[in-house]
Nanobody, 115 residues
Framework: QVQLVESGGGLVQAWGSLRLSCAASITIFGINTMGWYRQAPGKQRELVAVITRGSSTNYADSVKGRFSISRDNAKNTVYLQMNSLKPEDTSGYYC?????????WGQGTQVTVSS
């Protein structure tokens, strides 16, 4: 079992920044893939960013150049740095981890961007 706890969400004005954190209950050194999804009410879930064990990253087109995902294996934490936030980034953000072909989820953290 892997427990994930997100933090760092909140209310921010447009063009502001937030950093989300996802703390895992186990060492993430051996977890091949971690990442962030987001889902707003009435909208489809969107994969925002992914990072592999080798720190390769991939981003949704909608956040490229604004968001950055990173991992700190020593702290068992994955981060999502979000810059130049837009109102359309308003959503629940959910961290996930893939381990042994099982996907684990955090409880989510809300990000609200005001115009």
């Amino acid at each position: 079992q892997v427990q994930l706890v997100e933090s760092g969400g909140g209310l921010v004005q447009a063009w502001g920044s937030l950093r989300l954190s996802c703390a895992a209950s186990i060492t993430i050194f051996g977890i091949n893939t971690m990442g962030w999804y987001r889902q707003a009410p009435g909208k489809q879930r969107e994969l925002v960013a992914v990072i592999t064990r080798g720190s390769s990253t991939n981003y949704a087109d909608s956040v490229k150049g604004r968001f950055s995902i990173s991992r700190d294996n020593a702290k068992n934490t994955v981060y999502l740095q979000m810059n130049s936030l837009k109102p359309e980034d308003t959503s629940g953000y959910y961290c996930y981890a893939m381990r042994d072909e099982v996907r684990y989820w955090g409880q989510g953290t809300q990000v609200t961007v005001s115009s």
